[in-house]
């Protein structure tokens, strides 16, 4: 809007008043005047205009002063001695009286409106080109909490036009080709909420760290959100499905993490704000409720909805009023600006060692160089390009270091933290949230640090090394069978959504239970029968939770979520609990509910332990954890498989099982499936077939018991071969009959990663399905692709039929060039 005010109210502001009023003023105008007619609430306020500011420069040639000291910075002069003659200039520079006027007026009317004498409020920043899309000046410049009065108001308003020149933003602005004098400042003066009394925090309504899109996270800490967003503090985290948040029905909140929250930043008594340790209570205890996180994520949709991309969004809890509130909006610039269709993939190709420090990975890359510990960003010339930064927290005057640095690492912060947010937005693996990487890691000694590994990054000596590629999705070609994935670990699932694979062929539930869990699920049932030891371990893993088996179904829960999330809509298969005894004696609690084994391979594994009394009661937690899923949670993409099922009678004996626990199939579109792994479900394939919706052959175990070879043995590692003319028979016959009881089959192993000749028997044989590891999905599906446009070519024939099986089906040999028939041949 054409203008020459120096103060416009929010309600005034649009989304396109950017140059007049900054991004972060213009979002708040966009929210106030957009979103609260549809529940969103925002605090309110105003905001001095770019004329405002561009009326301060023209006094007593501050604005030709200023550009002398920008070229002084072009012809060598140091950074921080040119932001620290800039910011001197400014801040010698009072005020336009007509601007002083009008922002006092405009407080005075906030006051009025408020009903309150000096309302305390909140004044914050807003660059001219700050949160655009394609550019973030987030923290660049001041914000000033609490503040109170006239005269204090006036104040932290000057020291907001002086932050546009901090060594920070000048350094950003040059990097990102901006010109410093067409950079205008605006002032947010925001009535504060009193989250110093109760909480605040960040949401991203896309993961921040992979990019996926179908997912809002919330952040969450005791107090003013300054904590959470320098990093000062641990935060909780939410993770809100977005499509399940569209049924009131249904609880989209898929996961919660509590965070450590040991600091809390607060109103000060002399000071505008102080930070003060949180006490235990408070450490432990969530700070948002699931009907708050709930509404918080649907506003943020909301939000996204309105301006057609994802969104970075600050919120803040009232401890007066209990109310919620959005404080701030700017566009999300990191991920968003990631291409879709580009997988970038890093990993180790040496095993490493233990790892010195863990943290919260941010990024998905790997670096390495020597490590270099600092207390404050001054220590500029210490570091070297290339070095592994190591400190307790940074803040925006660290950033002309951190672009220097092959890698951070810090103590505290959360994946909202400023540590985060900027390394992601340069590109540089940090983890952060170690806790101690300042007391362990030692200046000079070189460190390699791995985000590539799941969520939690790790910190190992050495430098190790590693493989960097990048795969373009769009060539991948459309196959007729679906390439599918396997997937174990939840918190590694997001960063494959980019794939385009037609769902999750296995997902198992043993690595969510050994890593998330960390419990025998009869342990927590009957704690009675454990030792002392094992009894207080258990205590301190479950505090919180009256109901212990609640906190299995919780756990299991929220790791079968995010795994079906990431694949929305598309099929996810989860198979139930496959740990033979000896890995199940090895969870927490484990040993008193496990018999001792001479072969566990074939003992007591699978469907033979869910109706047995040894387990049924754990198998049951593991029932209502899918329930609560499929049903609860709307992630009604979940296919339930059972592993190891010897007998048609141990299927009837499962599924009666899982239908007393509300798992019935065929109900809410439930389907079942069952692994073929055994040979009694090749030879009773229709049998089973009446029994379960689909087959997933299981070709480890399959040539196991089909050769009599123990698959673990170093002796008998020639004769294990899944392309055995046996064994492909067993795979053809249960395909033909499989496809005769119209039930769909798919293989799940990593043979056709390494194979292609196998994948075209596979495909030669018509398997509906392929699940492979993700980093060899696009090979297999080339391979795929290729092995059907080879059976276009051949008219459909299949490999040439030899003599009949003993089910009258052809046999068309083994695969192709494999197995003891290509040798006779």
Request: glycine residues 8%; hydrophobic residues 40%.
């Amino acid at each position: 809007m054409p203008t020459t005010s120096r103060i416009l109210p929010f309600g005034e502001i649009r989304r396109e008043d950017v140059p007049l009023v900054g991004g972060k003023n213009a979002s708040l105008g966009e929210m106030t005047a957009h979103l609260t007619s549809a529940g969103v609430r925002v605090p309110p306020g105003f905001a001095t205009t770019a004329d405002a500011y561009r009326e301060l420069l023209a006094g007593h040639g501050l604005r030709a002063r200023i550009e002398e000291q920008i070229a002084r910075l072009h012809d060598g002069a140091a950074l921080d001695e040119v932001g620290a003659a800039v910011r001197s200039m400014i801040m010698a520079e009072p005020l336009p009286n007509g601007l002083r006027t009008e922002v006092v007026a405009a407080y005075e009317r906030l006051a009025h409106e408020q009903s309150r004498e000096d309302p305390d409020v909140a004044v914050r920043s807003s660059a001219t080109a700050e949160d655009l899309p394609e550019a973030s000046f987030a923290g660049q410049q001041e914000t000033y909490l609490n503040v109170r009065g006239a005269a204090r108001l006036l104040e932290c308003c000057h020291r907001c036009y002086a932050s546009l020149f901090t060594d920070r933003a000048i350094d950003y602005r040059e990097r990102m080709g901006f010109d410093h004098l067409t950079v205008a400042l605006s002032i947010g003066v925001q009535v504060m909420v009193r989250s110093d009394l109760a909480g605040a925090g960040v949401i991203f309504t896309l993961d921040p760290e992979s990019g996926f899109p179908g997912v809002v996270v919330v952040s969450a800490a005791w107090g003013l959100g300054e904590t959470v967003v320098s990093g000062r503090t641990d935060p909780d985290e939410y993770t809100v499905f977005k499509p399940s948040l569209k049924d009131p029905a249904l609880d989209p909140v898929i996961d919660i993490r509590i965070g450590a929250k040991r600091r809390k930043a607060v109103y000060g008594e002399h000071e505008l704000t102080r930070t003060v340790d949180t006490t235990t209570a408070e450490r432990a205890r969530r700070v948002l409720s699931d009907a708050e996180v709930r509404l918080l994520a649907a506003w943020a949709a909301a939000v996204e909805e309105h301006y057609g991309y994802p969104m970075d969004l600050e919120w803040a809890k009232d401890g007066v009023t209990g109310e919620l509130a959005l404080v701030q909006a700017r566009p999300e610039t990191v991920q968003s600006r990631r291409r879709a269709t580009t997988l970038r993939r890093c990993r180790l190709t040496a095993t490493p060692g233990r790892s010195l420090v863990d943290g919260i990975a941010v990024g998905e890359a790997i670096g390495e160089g020597p490590a270099v510990v600092l207390d404050s960003p001054v220590e500029l010339d210490r570091f070297p390009t290339g070095g592994v930064l190591v400190t307790g927290i940074t803040d925006p005057d660290w950033e002309p270091l951190m672009k220097r640095a092959a890698a951070v690492v810090t103590d505290h912060g959360g994946r909202t933290s400023h540590a985060a947010i900027v390394s992601r937005e340069l590109g540089v693996p940090a983890v952060v949230g170690t806790g101690r990487a300042t007391e362990v890691l030692h200046d000079g000694v070189d460190a390699t640090v791995s985000c590539a590994e799941g969520a939690r990054g790790h910190v190992y000596a050495g430098l190790l090394p590693y493989d960097e590629e990048e795969t373009d999705l769009s060539g991948l070609p459309a196959t007729r069978t679906r390439v599918m994935l396997n997937l174990a670990d939840p918190s590694a699932s997001f960063r494959w959504w980019r794939l385009p694979a037609d769902g999750v062929g296995l997902a198992r539930l043993e690595f969510i239970v050994a890593h998330q869990v960390k419990i025998h699920p009869m342990a927590l049932l009957h704690p009675e029968r454990l030792d002392r030891h094992d009894r207080r371990a258990v205590e301190q893993l479950t505090e919180g939770y009256p109901d212990r088996g609640q906190y299995f179904v919780d756990r299991l829960a929220s790791g079968v979520a995010r795994i079906a999330a990431s694949r929305w809509p598309e099929p996810v298969v989860v198979r139930t609990s496959d740990f033979k005894t000896n890995e199940y004696a090895r969870l927490l609690g484990g040993r008193p509910f496990e018999p001792a084994e001479a072969n566990p391979m074939i003992g007591w594994r699978g469907a033979s332990r869910y109706y047995s009394n040894g387990y049924r009661e754990g198998f049951a937690l593991e029932c209502r954890a899918l329930r609560r899923v499929r049903d609860e949670m709307g992630l009604t993409n979940v296919i339930v498989m059972i592993p190891f099922c010897r007998t048609t009678e141990e299927a009837d004996r499962v599924l009666d099982g899982m239908a007393e626990q509300g798992l019935h199939r065929g109900e809410h579109g439930l389907k079942v499936y069952v692994m073929a792994e055994i040979p009694s479900n090749i030879i009773l394939a229709e049998d089973f077939a009446e029994r379960f919706d689909g087959f997933s052959i299981g070709s480890n175990d399959l040539t196991q018991l089909t050769l009599g070879v123990d698959r673990d043995s170093e002796l008998l590692a020639h004769v294990f071969d899944e392309t055995d003319p046996a064994v492909a028979r067993s795979v053809r016959s249960l395909i033909a009959r499989a496809h005769s009881a119209g039930r769909p089959v798919g293989l799940c192993g990593q043979r056709p990663s390494d194979d292609p000749s196998f994948t075209e028997f596979l495909v030669r044989t018509g398997i509906d399905s392929i699940s492979v590891a993700p980093d060899s999905f696009a090979a297999v599906k080339q391979h795929v692709y290729a092995a059907e446009s080879h059976t276009n070519d051949d008219e459909g024939t299949t490999v040439p039929p030899g003599p009949a099986t003993a089910d009258g089906t052809p046999d068309r040999g083994t695969v192709p060039g494999h197995g003891r028939a290509a040798e006779r041949r």
